[in-house]
């Protein structure tokens, strides 16, 4: 076997598959494939003789058939599968080649790997891709993370596939180890709040509007050329004119009502929460996902029939008000998401443009929306906002929503429809824009039960009160 491919692919269930074939597509591209069972490849390079795939039997013949530095993409399920892949390539790749592993991995776990394989002189490198199979097929967004050394040899064929927004490559190197699959779980984290949010505006429209599918499906669609345009609006409008070729019926109302999920959103809530960052948003979408779920407690309690009062009458402007609720809603998920990546950077010690993720998410992946060119904007202007609310664009949108925002929690709450996405984003503005915060009461009782201490609004220190003796106030530093 002669070493004449530039990049390999091992792993060739649909997404390994579609990457392999989206590479062979690209001018310059030579694609080795590998899978674990040989029919598999026999399969893919039967169906695709376009692509001139170079197939191998076992591992040493992929190997063997990687031109150096040799590049080769793991595309397995996340976990123990890669791992085992990861030592049959370490065990015959060189110092410089080049091991990616394209899979939804947990960062943790790529930050280990890299720190296990570094030594060996061999580079590994974590790549967020995203954009499903079609994606995969015809333009991902790619997050890599990894070293700058490698990014040389793998920018340009990673470029080569990556999806084009605005004449740009949604592709950057993210950030050293695992900053590229860090970014890759923000963005799924982002992915379920977005969806969290159409399907609390859907569910308005439906049973507060009182509007049919169909009719929703066309306001989906009509939101989707205004500041609301993005893929997963568009899918939206889709789902919901399908009907359902069995019963006739709207394909919305035979699909049980139990939201399935693989991890990443959870992810996202368990480091926020260990980083200290609020992603209300990404959290109320994975409960609200694990509610669905609770079916014998969704009936016990519906079995009570104290759900749901008449709806009051919805406001002339309600379609227009979830539009903006849905905005706003969506504008803090997305300055919820970025606190995350500043603050997994500054913990893991990555540089990571925020500027750049924006730009890298316009395309390819599925949060692609209209809405991240300003949101690039945004950082570019000023790389160091306190928060995406205070980029001028983002607060007058906010300023312009509001009243509507409110108008939608009040009436979706007094028509008992849940909308645990648009409470929480709407219940964080209030909080960040209150001027003083029940947090100083917490204090307060943190301090009478356990000594807890707290600081002065006139004066520097640390203080107790002496709750339980003549209640005077000591100073403790
Ligand atoms: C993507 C998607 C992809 C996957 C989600 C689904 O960026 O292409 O995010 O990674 O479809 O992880 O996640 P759930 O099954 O958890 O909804």
């Not at 002189?121 to 790549?127: C, L, P, S």
């Not at 499903?132 to 990894?146: H, R, T």
């Not at 402007?317 to 803090?332: E, G, H, P």
């Not at 039960?449 to 100073?475: C, I, K, M, N, Q």
Request: proline content about 4%; overall charge negative.
């Amino acid at each position: 076997m002669s070493a004449v491919a530039n990049i390999g692919v091992v792993g060739l269930a649909v997404m390994g598959s579609n990457l392999a074939r989206n590479l062979a597509s690209r001018e310059g591209n030579k694609v080795a494939v590998y899978n674990r069972t040989y029919a598999r490849t026999e399969d893919l390079v039967r169906e695709h003789p376009e692509a001139g795939f170079i197939p191998a039997r076992t591992i040493d013949e992929f190997v063997a058939s990687l031109a150096k530095p040799r590049t080769a993409i793991i595309m397995v399920q996340a976990g123990k599968g890669t791992d085992a892949v990861i030592d049959q390539l370490l065990e015959r790749f060189e110092p410089g080649d080049i091991i990616v592993d394209g899979g939804n991995a947990n960062f943790h776990d790529t930050i280990a790997r890299e720190a296990r394989i570094a030594p060996t002189g061999i580079h590994f490198v974590g790549t967020g891709i995203s954009g499903g199979e079609e994606g995969a097929l015809n333009g991902p967004s790619i997050m890599p993370g990894g070293s700058a050394e490698s990014y040389e040899t793998l920018g340009p064929i990673l470029a080569s596939i990556a999806a084009v927004a605005e004449g740009e490559a949604c592709v950057t190197h993210v950030g050293t180890d695992g900053a590229g699959h860090f970014v890759k779980m923000i963005h799924n984290g982002i992915e379920y709040a977005d969806m969290e949010l159409i399907g609390e505006a859907y569910d308005l429209l439906r049973h507060v509007r009182g509007l049919e599918p169909s009719v929703i499906a066309d306001v989906f669609a009509e939101w989707n050329s205004g500041p609301l345009q993005s893929y997963l609006i568009e899918i939206t409008a889709e789902v919901l004119r399908h009907i359902d070729a069995k019963t006739g019926k709207p394909f919305i109302d035979i699909v049980v009502d139990e939201a399935g999920s693989k991890g990443t959103g959870v992810w996202t809530v368990q480091n926020a929460l260990d980083l200290g960052v609020p992603v209300g948003g990404v959290a109320e979408a994975v409960f609200a996902r694990a509610v669905s779920g609770k079916r014998a407690q969704r009936d016990a309690v519906r079995s009570l029939g104290l759900a749901r009062p008449a709806a009051p009458a919805a406001p002339g402007t309600f379609v227009d008000d979830v539009a903006k609720a849905l905005y706003a809603s969506k504008v803090i998920a997305y300055a919820q998401g970025f606190d995350a990546i500043i603050a997994g950077a500054e913990k893991y010690g990555w540089n990571i443009d925020k500027g750049a993720v924006a730009k890298i998410w316009r395309g390819g992946c599925i949060i692609r929306a209209q809405f991240l060119n300003v949101l690039a904007d945004a950082y570019a202007a000023n790389p160091n906002l306190a928060t995406l609310l205070e980029a001028p664009y983002f607060a007058q949108a906010i300023a312009d929503g509001q009243e509507a925002w409110r108008r939608v929690v009040v009436t979706a709450t007094q028509a008992g429809v849940p909308i645990p996405g648009f409470s929480a984003a709407l219940s964080y503005f209030d909080s960040l824009s209150a001027e003083r915060l029940p947090a100083a009461l917490v204090q307060g009782q943190r301090d009478f039960f356990g000594a807890h201490t707290y600081r002065r609004v006139d004066t520097p220190g640390t203080f107790h009160t002496l709750w339980s003796g003549d209640r005077s106030e000591v100073e403790i530093g």
